[in-house]
């Protein structure tokens, strides 16, 4: 590490003012404040406690919490290919692996590369320095979409989300609504028959490098909410595949282990917000029982909050910090209302079967008029007890 | 209302809508200015306004009465031509010029008639202004020929997409063995995926497909694509599987309404082929009733 | 006052630009989301809009000195819709496609608000010509802005300008798709925001 820090300081001239690189100078400073903790602290007078646990190690937190599910998610891809092409046999874990790696990669690149570099030249322009609110946001997206997703759409969603959803806000911290989310969105509205009506969207359907199968062309996969809105009333896959996560979907979202791995370790640092996580679970799996004892729905609540994107949305994007609930009370009920309207949406419109995008980014725009709530309601209980003293 | 005001310093009258500070034009202070009320009957007044009032709405009505029935006929016309594109798609014949559509559809509708659901002629009633709506209660019937010269009938039919209503025409050989050609439109589907149902390539696949399946029922229907697994089984677009399901529903269910109505796989009525109406030449005691002299077909 | 004064050019001129209705004055937005998935709609809707507020301008300027003041805004209503309805009815007639594709929404240009607006804050207390003159600003300036949204918008979400097929097959071949959501009124809106955002960053004195 001392090499490194030395390495730092002796190029850092080079993008100070007047040096050479200084039109970089966003770059520099993003690098070295993810690499070393800075040394500042919020006033110049007085005594500060220094943590060193500021913004960008929470965030790495997030990203090191969604590598079980990224890499469930590649191995998902290799065996669902393997699968159709019906060479479960022969698959070996280590060639799905690779190949879901080799397909996964491309849309991580892109959209970290799109992103970040959006980013940076923003902040180049505003003269600030970078903010690292796009690293949870760049590790999700790829995971969010379906592996056949082109990656020239995946870059524009990117681009659309980063300049629509954050930058003109304010960047970090001042967006109302949740960057990859609205990637997905944008993803969804525009090109739907890429994202969902194809049904041959889900599962990779040629070799890599020598690596995977070519599946036949007639191949088709729903998602298991994707079979049920077309009216199937008995799933292909059993629950316990659907639990460990080796069902088509989106790349990260199937696993519901590797997802509780991730919100175990969120939870231990106390990173996200128990509460959200709870209310939004238990909001779910009380709608869907409601659907499934008034007999709207055939899956029962444990299957509702077990498929689709429900459990990857309840622990890491309605848990976000800056687009969720800031009250614990108000927690309480945004998280409930994500799963009430997730499974909702879900059952009652034959149009979208996955729910749970629409439902975090409905909650998102309601977020800051639940805190009003809970806060007016704090400071008027408070008035009161002033006067009766 | 604007109000006047006459400024003493610079002699000059303005508008305003209340006093103003200062003269507008020279700045002289309000000392200068004075309101012109404006001479004659006080507007603001009870019976001037109730006199107004109903003085404009009179003149009002009258403008668009006249404005409505001057262009009506045209209007009717529009919508008319409008009807019969749609129709002679099915049999077809697309992309005509406006001017054109009329002489075309005179040229291959040969006769119409409108059913009941257990195959009564209803008397009296035009297949043309038959609309939409009321299929299901009435049959309208069409008997035309094709872009090609085959013998056909067009049945129109109604159904239920993903946002709203469905219609279309689908044009089947006067034995309803065999689709010669058919015409979707929608109400609100969705753009690029659900209304792709309007396209020529959509309604092009069904030309050719049998109409009935084995056991003499209507089966022509549409299927998700790569799902088909009889002639009968039309692919539906990918992407809108409520809008395609929407349209197999009404082909499936609207035909065999008019099978039924046509009194099973042989027609009965005034749309009989072989002695059809038209082909007996006004040959004496003909009497079915297209051959009263009264001309069914549609304007 | 000669025919175009400066202060009546002022009045057809400014609406084109710094006065605009729409990214200015912020008014009329709905239909200008709502008619322009295409551009030949646009471009029909904005002449409508153009021919009505110059002419509901220039019938309430000549009347409003014996309007009553109560029925103010009622009068004025009546015009706009009586206008509206005769320009429906001669689309219908007239350019049948176009009527149908605009549908509803030539009958929303009554409730627009860069009508009743213009007719509160200019004919009511301006002589016909000018007021004219600023009816046919306004609506040009609104009808400039529905061309742009509309240019973009059928551009990517149909690949085709006034229903002719622009971006070429060899396009589609290669993965090129049609972006659904610009056929979408939310999109829109956003297109609107940014043609707002490139028009402050130009004209800095609307900042």
Wanted: glycine share 10%; hydrophobic share 45%.
């Amino acid at each position: 590490m001392n090499a490194l820090r030395k390495y730092f300081d002796k190029i850092k001239p080079n993008f100070e003012e007047g040096g050479k690189l200084h039109a970089f100078r966003s770059l520099y400073d993003g690098f070295d404040t993810f690499a070393f903790v800075p040394n500042t602290t919020a006033g110049r007078t007085g005594t500060h406690v220094h943590d060193a646990i500021d913004s960008k190690r929470i965030m790495s937190f997030v990203v090191i919490a969604l590598v079980p599910a990224l890499l469930f998610g590649m191995y998902n891809v290799g065996y669902q290919n393997a699968l159709a092409a019906g060479q479960l046999e022969q698959a070996t874990f280590w060639g799905m692996f690779w190949y879901g790696f080799l397909a996964v990669l491309p849309k991580l690149i892109v959209s970290y590369v799109v992103g970040l570099g959006i980013e940076f030249t923003v902040a180049q322009w505003k003269n600030e320095e970078i903010h690292e609110g796009f690293l949870v946001s760049g590790i999700i997206i790829p995971m969010i979409v379906p592996v056949n997703t082109p990656l020239w759409i995946l870059a524009l969603a990117v681009a659309f989300a980063v300049i629509f959803a954050k930058e003109i806000f304010g960047g970090t911290g001042m967006n109302i609504f949740n960057v990859a989310l609205i990637t997905r969105a944008f993803l969804f509205f525009s090109y739907p028959s890429s994202m969902t009506g194809d049904d041959t969207v889900w599962v990779a359907q040629n070799p890599i490098l020598g690596l995977g199968y070519a599946v036949p062309d007639t191949f088709s996969a729903a998602t298991p909410l994707g079979e049920i809105a077309a009216g199937v009333t008995s799933l292909s896959t059993s629950f316990c595949d659907q639990v460990i996560g080796l069902i088509p979907g989106s790349v990260g979202e199937t696993s519901v282990i590797a997802i509780a791995l991730g919100a175990l370790l969120l939870l231990w640092t106390g990173v996200a917000s128990w509460k959200t996580m709870l209310s939004v679970f238990v909001g779910g799996a009380v709608t869907g029982w409601c659907y499934n004892a008034l007999g709207l729905s055939p899956l029962d609540a444990c299957q509702h909050l077990v498929l689709g994107g429900f459990c990857f949305g309840a622990v890491f994007m309605a848990t976000d910090p800056v687009t969720s609930a800031r009250t614990e009370g108000g927690k309480w009920i945004y998280g409930f209302l994500i799963g009430f309207v997730a499974v909702t949406v879900r059952v009652l419109n034959p149009g979208y079967p996955e729910g749970m995008m629409l439902a975090i980014l409905l909650m998102n725009l309601f977020a800051p008029l639940i805190d009003y709530c809970f806060v007016s309601r704090n400071i008027s209980k408070r008035a009161q007890r002033a006067i009766k003293k | 209302m604007a109000k006047k005001f006459y400024c003493s310093q610079c002699g000059q009258t303005f508008e305003a809508a209340s006093m103003p500070d200062k003269c507008p034009i020279c700045g002289a202070d309000t000392s200068h200015l004075t309101e012109v009320k404006s001479k004659g009957i006080n507007t603001n007044g009870n019976i001037y306004t109730i006199c107004y009032a109903a003085v404009m709405v009179i003149l009002v009505a009258f403008l668009l009465a006249f404005v409505s029935s001057a262009l009506k006929s045209k209007q009717d016309a529009n919508v008319a031509i409008d009807k019969k594109s749609q129709i002679l798609a099915s049999l077809n014949v697309r992309g005509l010029a406006k001017s054109e559509v009329e002489g075309k559809y005179n040229e291959l509708i040969q006769e119409t008639c409108v059913l009941t659901p257990d195959g009564q002629v209803l008397e009296g009633e035009d297949a043309f202004g038959v609309d939409t709506k009321e299929i299901g209660e009435k049959f309208p019937v069409y008997r035309s020929k094709t872009a090609d010269g085959a013998d056909a009938l067009v049945l129109p039919l109604k159904g239920r997409g993903l946002w709203g209503g469905l219609w279309g025409y689908v044009a089947v050989t006067p034995d309803l063995q065999k689709v010669l050609g058919a015409y979707f439109d929608h109400e609100s589907e969705t753009a690029g995926l659900g209304a792709l149902i309007k396209e020529a390539k959509f309604q092009e696949q069904f030309i050719g497909r049998p109409v009935l399946g084995e056991d003499g029922n209507v089966a022509l229907t549409v299927v998700k694509k790569g799902s088909s697994t009889a002639e009968t089984e039309v692919d539906g677009v990918t992407g809108a599987t409520l809008t395609s399901k929407g349209v197999g529903e009404m082909v499936l269910t609207g035909i065999q309404q008019y099978v039924n109505a046509l009194g099973g796989s042989k027609p009965s009525g005034c749309c009989q082929k072989a002695e059809g109406c038209g082909g007996c030449g006004g040959k004496e005691g003909c009497d079915k009733p297209c051959c009263q002299g009264e001309s069914e077909q549609a304007e | 006052m000669s025919l175009l004064s400066k202060a009546n050019r002022e009045a057809l001129v400014g609406p084109l630009n710094l006065n605009n209705p729409v990214v200015v004055q912020v008014l009329g937005i709905c239909s200008a989301l709502a008619v322009t998935a295409q551009l030949e709609p646009a471009i029909v809707m904005g002449l409508s809009v153009t021919i009505i507020t110059a002419f509901s301008n220039l019938i309430i300027s000549l009347i409003r000195n014996s309007i009553p003041n109560r029925i103010r805004i009622i009068v004025q209503l009546v015009v706009v819709a009586a206008l509206v309805t005769i320009v429906s009815q001669v689309l219908k007639a007239f350019a049948y496609d176009v009527s149908v594709q605009l549908s509803v929404y030539v009958g929303l240009i009554i409730t627009n608000c860069i009508l009743m607006g213009r007719l509160e804050a200019f004919a009511m207390m301006n002589k016909p010509w000018p007021s004219f003159l600023d009816g046919i600003g306004n609506g040009i300036g609104y009808a400039i802005i529905l061309v742009i949204v509309g240019f973009v918008r059928e551009l990517l979400g149909s690949g085709s300008l006034l229903g002719f097929q622009v971006i070429p097959e060899w396009c589609y071949e290669h993965g090129y798709m049609n972006n659904g959501m610009m056929t979408m009124p939310a999109m829109s809106l956003i297109i609107v925001g940014c043609v707002i955002w490139a028009h402050r960053a130009y004209n800095k004195e609307l900042q």
